[in-house]
């Protein structure tokens, strides 16, 4: 069973970072791209940012310059800093993974970005 627990979020002061922690369980990590979505309260969810199995990253406009992410395969995590944090990143943020055409989600974490 495909499982990702994301932690990590929480308040933090506008030009903050945050770092933000998926661990997946449940399929063969390293072999899987993983994705970072976030949706703030009424919006669509977005796409953040994803790194492939081979480590290439691409990150969304929305966030170019601001945010990184990596992966560790030993550990099965795969990781999302943000720095320099705008109030309008504020949102629940989910790690993804498609497997076999079928999406499987986090429970999400929550940034708040507010002074």
């Known amino acids: 069973q495909v499982q990702l627990v994301e932690s990590g979020g929480g308040l933090v002061q506008p030009g903050g970072s945050l770092r933000l922690s998926c661990v997946a369980s449940g399929i063969f990590f390293r072999l899987y791209t993983m994705g970072w979505y976030r949706q703030a309260p009424g919006k669509q969810r977005e796409l953040v940012a994803f790194?492939?199995?081979?480590?290439?990253?691409v990150v969304a406009d929305s966030m170019k310059g601001r945010c990184t992410t990596s992966r560790d395969n030993a550990k099965n995590t795969v990781f999302l800093q943000m720095n320099s944090l705008k109030p309008e990143d504020t949102a629940v943020y989910y790690c993804?993974?498609?497997?076999?055409?079928?999406?499987?989600w986090g429970q999400g974490t929550q940034v708040i970005v507010s002074s």
């Open positions: 790194i492939s199995s081979t480590g290439n990253a």
């Open positions: 993804h993974v498609e497997v076999a055409r079928q999406d499987y």
